[in-house]
């Protein structure tokens, strides 16, 4: 195939209530979607997306990124081994030296303009045998008058797992949030738990205290010096998580961490299917589990992550997609189902949807 078409549109996409992130506050999602189209009339579509807060580039940088990929990239010839984990595409994006969305954003596309022209779903094109269903965890965070009843319809809509951030309150209320989300929950539904590097030492330790006898699953980044965390697991045998860590570790390092319990893999922050891909593999091999993980990204880009997810875990590991209750309208219509708790791989892949074009403006 020849690559003749690449688009790009910035998108503003409404959120259903205010969000605070990483010390960043939105109102709205905003992104790119970049269209690929070859010489065969196959078409892909792609999300970037930096998330204020944790994503180190921004928005103008990303779109500058992508309108210097689109006058390089036009006209290359397509083969097979674009798809490669040490294929020419992959060391083209290297040599760029591509912001982490971006790369993302352009793997996306290529690999659902691969998929749709050998007439295969995302997940099929990543695996031969895919996960037929991923299951999601759900997302609590908010007022604590609201997360209790949450946490109930969660279980009540037969979510797996679910995922309570805390952080920003006092470790006493913390505590507090976690038993009483853990009684809403029952045994049946695992809890996660988010810190995003929120706690001294000291307070990690009274706050693993403080909820003894609450079953939960893992806890993400309770600490601010990330240095520690080999220490928090060993003294208190706290199940951790690693997420922000990933993005200062290479692949190879990884065996450094064998104290965590599972790593969360976001394409946006980790740079796309390359990077998730040789991390899953590497982590599987440590014991630890991928967890695929969304960073509020559109129906586009949540529809690569279930591919991902159904690629990536055998077992039936439920994935961070529920960001997508945030968003008030989307680029793609209909839009993704996710509302009990489990998704079927192969009916979201292969449902026709249109894009959204009142919310793009082309760039």
Not at 321 to 349: E, K
Request: aromatic share 6%; net charge negative.
């Amino acid at each position: 195939m020849i690559l003749s078409g690449f688009d790009l549109f910035q998108y503003r996409v409404p959120l259903v209530t205010t969000l605070k992130l990483g010390g960043a506050v939105l109102y709205e999602r905003e992104g790119l979607l970049v269209r690929l189209a070859s010489s065969t009339g196959a078409v892909g579509w792609g999300d970037v997306a930096p998330l204020p807060g944790f994503s180190l580039e921004s928005l103008a940088e990303a779109r500058q990124q992508m309108i210097a990929q689109r006058e390089a990239l036009r006209g290359w010839f397509i083969t097979s081994d674009w798809l490669e984990l040490e294929g020419a595409f992959v060391h083209h994006l290297g040599a760029q030296g591509l912001a982490p969305s971006v790369r993302f954003g352009l793997e996306l596309a290529l690999w659902n303009l691969h998929a749709a022209a050998q007439g295969q779903t995302l997940a099929q094109l990543l695996t031969p045998q895919p996960r037929a269903e991923v299951s999601l965890n759900g997302l609590l965070m908010g007022a604590s008058t609201e997360i209790v009843e949450k946490a109930r319809c969660m279980r009540e809509a037969r979510y797996r797992a679910v995922k309570l951030k805390i952080g920003r309150e006092s470790i006493d209320e913390a505590i507090y949030r976690v038993r009483e989300v853990g009684r809403a929950l029952g045994p049946d539904v695992r809890l996660r738990l988010d810190a995003n590097r929120a706690w001294s030492f000291d307070e990690a330790m009274a706050f693993a205290r403080g909820i003894a006898g609450v079953p939960i699953e893992y806890i993400e980044e309770p600490l601010q010096d990330p240095k520690r965390l080999p220490e928090l697991a060993e003294q208190y045998q706290m199940p951790l998580a690693l997420d922000e860590t990933l993005t200062e570790v290479s692949v190879e390092a990884l065996g450094v961490h064998q104290y965590a319990r599972a790593v969360i893999l976001k394409p946006t922050l980790l740079g796309g299917f390359v990077p998730v891909l040789r991390m899953a593999r590497r982590a599987s091999t440590l014991g630890m589990t991928p967890v695929l993980s969304a960073s509020f990204e559109t129906g586009i880009g949540l529809q690569g992550l279930v591919a991902l997810a159904a690629a990536v875990n055998k077992n039936d590991v439920a994935a961070g997609l529920d960001t997508y209750r945030w968003l008030a309208d989307d680029v793609i219509t209909p839009r993704l189902d996710f509302a009990q708790g489990r998704v079927d791989v192969a009916a979201m892949l292969e449902a026709p949807r249109a894009i959204n074009e009142s919310l793009l403006e082309a760039v």
